[in-house]
């Protein structure tokens, strides 16, 4: 159980997303690199990136593993297929011009077997030339910059008031931000979920990347949907965005 994920309309109060950053940040990277119109969007969520790139002309499908997700985001954008599956275990049948996983979906591959998997199913559904798009927490911040203290957010939906506390930590063997975060609301609650995401650098990212058949087309801290300014040096900021392309065969050995 995931208290945002089975409730995507909160979901969506609580991190809104008006402008439609996340998926013109695609749009952009695809029209730079000529990445092509068929898109398969992993970890779609509610599908409000993959419906907003549907009405900008691209023929899109999402995939992610929560059935709530998927039935909200059926609901609001009909002309998306949509199809529950998990990020290391997809098989859809059909090559995409453009693989995206966005909002660091990427690192909930905890582990390198994960992370291998998910890039082998990306591979293998791409057309030779394809783009992979990713976009993700920055292990190279995390892992040299304090991490914020507790934090508290409160968010209205429905007309009831719902307050998260937030606590983050590094588990540094494990190589993992976790996050733990208790919600109660008029009558409810407390209700604690706990969740992580791995910490890539960058070096190693690419390193990924190039074994499993991708050519890093650009690896960047900023500009993008969700990074906050800075003025450190290069790959240093929060956020971490990816290019690659299919540079081998999705059949190679």
């Given at each position: 159980?995931?208290?945002l994920?089975?409730n995507?309309?909160l979901y969506e109060?609580?991190?809104p997303?008006p402008?439609?950053r996340?998926?013109?940040?695609v749009?952009g990277?695809?029209?730079?690199f000529?990445?092509?119109?068929t898109?398969?969007d992993?970890?779609?969520g509610?599908?409000?990136?993959?419906?907003?790139?549907?009405?900008?002309g691209y023929?899109?499908?999402?995939?992610?593993v929560?059935?709530?997700?998927?039935?909200?985001?059926?609901?609001r954008h009909?002309?998306v297929r949509f199809a529950?599956?998990?990020?290391r275990?997809?098989?859809l049948?059909?090559?995409f011009?453009?693989v995206t996983?966005?909002d660091s979906a990427l690192?909930?591959c905890?582990?390198?077997?994960d992370l291998a998997a998910?890039?082998?199913?990306?591979r293998?559904?791409l057309?030779?030339?394809?783009?992979?798009?990713?976009?993700?927490?920055?292990?190279?911040?995390?892992?040299t910059h304090p991490?914020p203290?507790?934090?508290?957010?409160t968010?209205?939906?429905a007309?009831?008031t719902?307050?998260?506390r937030?606590?983050?930590?590094?588990?540094?063997a494990?190589q993992l931000?976790?996050?733990r975060r208790?919600?109660?609301?008029?009558?409810g609650?407390?209700?604690e979920q706990?969740s992580?995401w791995?910490?890539?650098f960058?070096?190693?990212?690419?390193?990924?990347?190039t074994?499993?058949?991708?050519?890093?087309?650009d690896?960047?801290?900023q500009p993008?949907?969700?990074?906050?300014p800075?003025?450190g040096?290069?790959?240093s900021?929060d956020?971490?965005?990816v290019?690659a392309?299919?540079?081998?065969?999705?059949?190679h050995?």
């Amino acid at each position: 159980m995931n208290f945002l994920t089975d409730n995507p309309a909160l979901y969506e109060a609580q991190f809104p997303d008006p402008g439609h950053r996340a998926a013109r940040f695609v749009d952009g990277q695809v029209r730079r690199f000529g990445g092509g119109n068929t898109l398969l969007d992993v970890g779609c969520g509610t599908g409000r990136d993959a419906g907003y790139l549907d009405r900008l002309g691209y023929d899109v499908t999402g995939i992610d593993v929560s059935e709530p997700m998927l039935a909200h985001a059926r609901e609001r954008h009909p002309r998306v297929r949509f199809a529950r599956a998990d990020m290391r275990a997809f098989a859809l049948g059909r090559r995409f011009d453009v693989v995206t996983c966005l909002d660091s979906a990427l690192l909930y591959c905890h582990d390198n077997g994960d992370l291998a998997a998910f890039l082998e199913r990306s591979r293998d559904h791409l057309r030779p030339g394809g783009l992979l798009i990713a976009e993700m927490r920055n292990g190279a911040h995390f892992l040299t910059h304090p991490l914020p203290a507790p934090f508290t957010r409160t968010v209205t939906h429905a007309g009831i008031t719902y307050t998260s506390r937030t606590e983050l930590w590094l588990d540094h063997a494990a190589q993992l931000l976790r996050r733990r975060r208790t919600w109660t609301w008029p009558g409810g609650g407390p209700l604690e979920q706990r969740s992580a995401w791995r910490l890539l650098f960058p070096r190693e990212l690419a390193y990924f990347l190039t074994v499993a058949g991708f050519e890093v087309l650009d690896l960047f801290d900023q500009p993008g949907p969700r990074a906050e300014p800075h003025d450190g040096p290069p790959l240093s900021a929060d956020r971490l965005h990816v290019v690659a392309r299919l540079v081998k065969d999705p059949d190679h050995a």
